[in-house]
């Protein structure tokens, strides 16, 4: 049974914006919009995030999952129903 290592890369600041996800660390960054995000994993450990155009996820570790992932959900169920309600004001 093949067994999967996670090595750390980096570590810093995952930050929730209304535009994107976005990971700060000394020496790597990474930004994630969240339009392009087709599905989040929350772990025990961390968040699974798979993204639009990339084969593999990203993970992030972190020891506080359920808020992030909550806040996460939360940001991109309120930006959907904005961008319904901008359509229908325009459509």
Not at 18 to 28: N, P
């Amino acid at each position: 049974m093949p067994h999967e290592v996670l090595n750390r890369i980096d570590e810093g600041i995952l930050a929730v914006t209304t535009q994107r996800l976005a990971f700060v660390g000394t020496s790597k960054s990474v930004v994630i919009p969240l339009p392009k995000i087709l599905n989040i994993d929350p772990r025990k450990d961390g968040i699974v995030v798979f993204r639009e155009g990339r084969e593999n996820a990203d993970i992030f570790l972190m020891g506080n999952t359920p808020e992030v992932y909550f806040h996460i959900e939360w940001v991109q169920h309120h930006i959907s129903i904005d961008a319904d309600a901008s359509k229908e004001t325009t459509g």
